[in-house]
Nanobody, 124 residues
Framework: QVQLVESGGGLVQAGGSLRLSCAAS????????MGWFRQAPGKEREFVAA????????NYADSVKGRFTISRDNAKNTVYLQMNSLKPEDTAVYYC?????????????????WGQGTQVTVSS
């Protein structure tokens, strides 16, 4: 079992930056692939970024490529999402997710564990 807790959300102006963190419980974090998803009001939850359990591969949604960076620190049991050049359309609740020994999975169904989410609001 893995419990995930997101933090780092908030209100930022367009063009600004935020770094989200997702802290995982348990001793096997290094064996989990991790992903970030987001859900805006009235929309479905969508993929944002993912990193494989080994950290050797990453995937990004086209809408965030070049602006967002996913990384992990296994010593701290934490995965990060650095978000730069934020746009109002990035406004959403951001969720982290984990799956055991999986690649940088882009589909919601590929994840076993989910956090509660953190709100990101980008003002224009």
């Amino acid at each position: 079992q893995v419990q995930l807790v997101e933090s780092g959300g908030g209100l930022v102006q367009a063009g600004g930056s935020l770094r989200l963190s997702c802290a995982a419980s348990g001793r096997t974090f290094s064996s989990y692939g991790m992903g970030w998803f987001r859900q805006a009001p009235g929309k479905e939850r969508e993929f944002v970024a993912a990193i494989s359990w080994s950290g050797s591969s990453t995937n990004y949604a086209d809408s965030v490529k070049g602006r967002f960076t996913i990384s992990r620190d296994n010593a701290k049991n934490t995965v990060y999402l650095q978000m730069n050049s934020l746009k109002p359309e990035d406004t959403a609740v951001y969720y982290c997710a984990g799956c055991r020994r999986c690649p940088a999975t882009v589909t919601r169904g590929g994840y076993d564990y989910w956090g509660q989410g953190t709100q990101v609001t980008v003002s224009s």
